[in-house]
């Protein structure tokens, strides 16, 4: 599938359009109230890193169900979860790539 159509399966114009999404659904499923989406860096670890979200393996599981519900892709295990976290830039890249699953 060329990155186009995967664009248009996930409702985006881009990838730049994507992220931004994604660090909306972060925002939102981790109940974040005092930073907005456009001060989060994209290549900066979103859990147990440096940047202003600081969250935790448990954020990480509200992530995973809002990313099953708003994108239709599912995080299987931690193994894949771990790999498809390590910042915005992987998250998408999993968003894009993954298989779709019922939401």
């Given amino acids: 599938m060329d990155l186009e159509q995967a664009y248009k399966e ?9 992220i931004f999404k994604l660090k909306e659904l972060v925002i939102k499923a981790c109940e974040i109230n005092d930073v907005d989406p456009k001060d989060v ?35 299987k295990n931690a193994s894949t979860a771990a790999k498809a976290m390590q910042d915005f830039n992987t998250l998408a890249d999993f968003v894009i790539n993954a298989p779709k699953v019922k939401k």
């Fill in 10 to 18: 996930l409702n985006v114009a881009s990838r730049d359009e994507l």
């Fill in 41 to 75: 860096p994209t290549d900066v670890p979103f859990i147990g890193g440096d940047g202003p979200l600081k969250l935790d393996s448990l954020d990480a599981m509200e992530i995973a169900m809002e990313l099953r519900y708003q994108f239709g892709v599912e995080l």
